[in-house]
């Protein structure tokens, strides 16, 4: 059977997560739904992350071996006909080799996170970013971020309920960026490492705007990644500013 990826795009509000649940909108669902008017029989497909409720993605990566040999572009064009209404689009599908695996292939996943920081809510990006209305220092989340780049023990900033062997992971990237937006500012955080602990991003994410808003010192962030204990962790940030933007593979498939 000919295997497929593809590169996929959707809002996460109304869905519980990309992993399928039973009785729950998923966006892993929605996909196989629309594989499904293709080719009844196909098998169930996997992606690269499991987002969790509300976390959007511009570049989530999944995969599924299809019986027929489709055309990549008339594959694309068939699933985004049968994923309408649904806030989900496949931006772009290709033929891989058999060994592709969306998931354990992956040798990189990017995120951004997003905060609003104005009193006026958001009209346009509403759902999109975390809106918050006291002021925020860039300098000193800087300062906090540089703190967590590199090998770690992450475990205060993973979930209680993760379920990752080992709390040890490689942040490759943590840039804390600002930018002007009417009356206020956004604030971005890129992240980028091989893979992430369940809840590290927002988690860090939190902690850093604990550090932004003046109540935590920069080196607060140190000591509370070599406490390894969750409760030294600051407040997990909502979901609704988080974003996988990409995935990277040895060799992109998309190219």
Same mark, same amino acid.
């Given at each position: ?23 729950? =909108?998923?966006?892993? &669902? $929605? ?5 499904? +008017?293709?080719?009844? @029989?196909?098998?169930?497909?996997? /992606? %690269? ?71 006026? =809510?958001?009209?346009? &990006? $509403? ?5 918050? +209305?006291?002021?925020? @220092?860039?300098?000193?989340?800087? /300062? %906090? ?111």
């Amino acid at each position: 059977m000919p295997r497929y990826a593809f590169l996929i795009e959707y809002d996460g509000t109304p869905f519980r997560g990309w992993q399928r649940q039973a009785g729950q =909108p998923s966006v892993q &669902a $929605a996909v196989e739904a629309a594989i499904a +008017r293709l080719e009844p @029989e196909a098998p169930g497909i996997a /992606a %690269a992350g499991r987002t969790d409720t509300g976390v959007h993605a511009t570049g989530q990566v999944a995969h599924c071996d299809l019986a027929q040999g489709w055309d990549p572009l008339r594959l694309r064009e068939a699933l985004n006909h049968h994923l309408r209404p649904a806030p989900v689009a496949v931006l772009a599908c290709a033929r891989v080799e058999d060994a592709f695996h969306a998931r354990f292939s992956a040798v990189e996943r990017r995120y951004l996170f997003r905060i609003l920081n104005r009193r006026a =809510p958001p009209a346009l &990006a $509403a759902g999109q970013v975390w809106h918050l +209305r006291h002021p925020l @220092e860039l300098a000193p989340m800087q /300062a %906090a971020a540089r703190h967590l780049l590199g090998h770690h023990d992450f475990t205060t900033f993973r979930a209680s309920q993760c379920q990752a062997h080992s709390p040890l992971r490689t942040l490759d990237e943590l840039t804390v960026s600002a930018q002007p937006v009417p009356h206020g500012t956004e604030y971005h955080f890129a992240l980028r490492a091989r893979s992430f602990l369940h809840n590290q991003v927002r988690s860090i994410v939190g902690t850093l705007e604990r550090v932004g808003a003046g109540a935590w010192a920069p080196d607060a962030v140190r000591d509370a990644l070599q406490a390894r204990d969750r409760a030294a962790c600051g407040p997990v940030a909502p979901p609704q500013g988080l974003c996988l933007t990409g995935v990277g593979y040895p060799h992109d498939p998309f190219a």
